[in-house]
């Protein structure tokens, strides 16, 4: 391949690997992409390391490296199912690699999230669907309902805001909190302990919890610790919120 090419290919897998783990993606998932991509070119000695943090790509010994930092991670499935997709049709021979990388280009343009409005009803029917698996009562169905939504919302508007996932996390238990003894103070609610169970759970890292495992499983070390610190942070973050509120 000549440099333009070459040069067009490490952009493109490069992306890839980048959308990929910024929607959330196991670290070997994107790995694994990324080398099926490159081998579809006949790209048989590239090599990829990657992080939660950063991407490194390198086509050969005596070919170019690059490196992309990943400076957001979120969770977007869809995504992820996107960009599979297009390594598919690619290493299939469906696409070419310019067609491919002006795919990737596209869907890292497009927001597939839901508004905002969406996202909070979810989440209030959610925490009203989990106050009731952990053996919650009825009449607090209503608080939990609010406190979900509230905690969603708060969390959502703080990210986007300062870019502080601690600090966000922090706050919206603590809505969550409040919420959930006023509506106790004021009769609105009755178990304390099963409204705020069941609110902060669409806060809490699930997928990034699984994601860590599956990566220590696959032999991924850096990239399953550096994923279970951030869960735990994250874990910490709503336990400290929530802490805070009982103990005033």
Do not use: W
């Amino acid at each position: 391949m000549n440099a333009e090419n070459t040069e067009l290919a490490l952009d493109c897998f490069l992306l890839a690997g980048r959308i990929m783990i910024e929607s959330g993606a196991e670290t070997y998932r994107v790995e694994d992409t990324m080398l099926r991509m490159a081998r579809s070119q006949n790209m048989m000695n590239a090599q990829s390391y990657v992080t939660p943090t950063g991407i490194i790509f390198s086509l050969g010994k005596t070919q170019p490296t690059q490196i992309t930092s990943i400076p957001t991670r979120i969770t977007d499935l869809h995504q992820i199912v996107l960009v599979n997709n297009v390594s598919r049709k690619l290493t299939s021979q469906m696409i070419t690699l310019e067609q491919a990388y002006d795919e990737l280009k596209k869907i890292e343009k497009t927001n597939y999230f839901l508004p905002i409005s969406i996202q909070v009803l979810a989440a209030c029917l959610a925490s009203s669907a989990f106050l009731m698996l952990f053996k919650g009562t009825l009449s607090d169905i209503p608080a939990a309902f609010v406190a979900g939504g509230v905690g969603l919302y708060i969390v959502t508007i703080l990210h986007n805001m300062t870019r502080v996932k601690f600090f966000s996390e922090f706050l919206a238990s603590v809505g969550v909190g409040v919420i959930a003894s006023l509506a106790v103070h004021f009769n609105v609610g009755t178990e304390i302990d099963k409204i705020i169970i069941g609110s902060v759970m669409p806060l809490v890292p699930g997928l990034l919890i699984t994601n860590a495992v599956r990566d220590l499983m696959a032999g991924h070390f850096t990239a399953g610790m550096a994923k279970g610190a951030e869960a735990f942070l994250t874990a910490f973050a709503i336990g400290s919120g929530v802490a805070l509120v009982l103990s005033l």
